[in-house]
C-alpha cells in the first residue's frame, strides 16, 4: 500500500513552486529587458536561440517517458518557449503590420481588427509552434510541453480580450515605450460581459486539474495534472486582478507610432 505522506510534497508544494517560480522568474526577466528598450529584448532574443532549441531538444528527448523528472523537464521547455514567443512580442520583433495607436473613430469589429493587427504576427508563429510540436509530438505520452504552450496562449487570449472589451485595472504603464501604444486598443470601464464566463471557465479549468490532481495523487499523473493545474490557476489569478480598482496610470496611447 502507497505512504500517503511523500504524495503531499510532491502533488501540493513542488508543482505551486515550480510554477510560481518560472512564470514570475521569467515575467520579471521580460519586462526588464524590454523597459532597457527595444535592443536589449532583440539581442536576449538572439543569445536565447540556443535555449530556445534546448526546450525543443528536450520536449523530443521525454517525449515517451512518463516518469516525474521528465514531467518537469517538459514543463520547463514549455514554458521556456513560451517565454521566448514572449520576448519575441515584446521586443518588438514578431507583433503584427500594424505598429500604431488605435484609429480613435475605430469601433466595434474595426477596432477588432486593428487590434489583431498588432499581435497577428505572433499569433501566426505561435500558431506555428503549436503546429509544428503537434507533427513531432502526436505519438508521445509526455505532452506536458505542448501543453503548458496551448494554455498559456488560451489564457493570454482570454486576458486580450478582456482588456480589449473593457476592465477596471489596467497597467499600461508597465509596458515598454516601443509597445505603448497598444494601450490604446485598451479600455478602461466596468468589465464586459466577457469577464464573468471567462474567469468562470479558467477557475473551473483549474479547480478541476487540481480534483484531478488529487484523484491521481498516488500515480506519476498527478505531479502533471498539478503543474498544469497550477499554471491555470495562475493565469485565473492574473484575469481576477483585472477587475481591481484602477489606479491612474500614464496616457494610454502613445502619439508616435513604434520603431
Request: charged share 10%; proline share 8%; hydrophobic share 55%.
Amino acid at each position: 500500500m502507497y505512504d500517503p505522506l511523500p504524495a503531499w510534497p510532491q502533488l501540493y508544494l513542488y508543482p505551486p513552486l515550480a510554477a510560481i517560480a518560472l512564470w514570475v522568474g521569467l515575467t520579471v526577466l521580460v519586462a526588464g529587458l524590454n523597459r532597457r528598450g527595444p535592443l536589449a529584448g532583440r539581442i536576449a532574443l538572439v543569445a536565447a536561440l540556443p535555449l530556445l532549441a534546448l526546450a525543443h531538444h528536450e520536449l523530443w528527448a521525454v517525449r515517451n517517458d512518463a516518469s516525474i523528472a521528465a514531467v518537469y523537464r517538459g514543463f520547463v521547455a514549455g514554458t521556456l518557449i513560451w517565454a521566448w514567443h514572449e520576448l519575441a512580442f515584446y521586443c518588438g520583433v514578431i507583433t503584427g503590420p500594424w505598429r500604431r495607436p488605435c484609429p480613435p473613430q475605430a469601433r466595434g469589429i474595426v477596432r477588432f481588427g486593428y487590434a489583431l493587427g498588432t499581435h497577428l504576427h505572433h499569433e501566426l508563429a505561435v500558431l506555428a509552434e503549436v503546429l509544428i510540436m503537434a507533427w513531432l509530438l502526436h505519438d508521445a505520452l509526455n505532452l506536458i510541453g505542448p501543453l503548458v504552450v496551448v494554455l498559456s496562449w488560451a489564457l493570454q487570449h482570454s486576458a486580450k480580450l478582456n482588456v480589449l472589451l473593457g476592465v477596471r485595472s489596467l497597467n499600461v504603464a508597465l509596458f515598454p515605450p516601443h509597445l505603448r501604444y497598444l494601450g490604446s486598443y485598451w479600455a478602461r470601464r466596468p468589465a464586459s460581459w466577457f469577464f464573468i464566463p471567462s474567469v468562470s471557465v479558467v477557475t473551473l479549468l483549474a479547480i478541476m486539474l487540481w480534483l484531478a490532481a488529487h484523484a491521481h495523487r498516488f500515480e506519476p499523473v498527478g505531479p502533471r495534472l498539478a503543474l498544469l493545474g497550477s499554471l491555470v490557476a495562475l493565469g485565473a489569478l492574473e484575469h481576477w486582478l483585472l477587475i481591481l480598482p484602477a489606479r491612474r496610470l500614464e496616457p494610454v496611447a502613445a502619439r508616435q507610432p513604434a520603431e
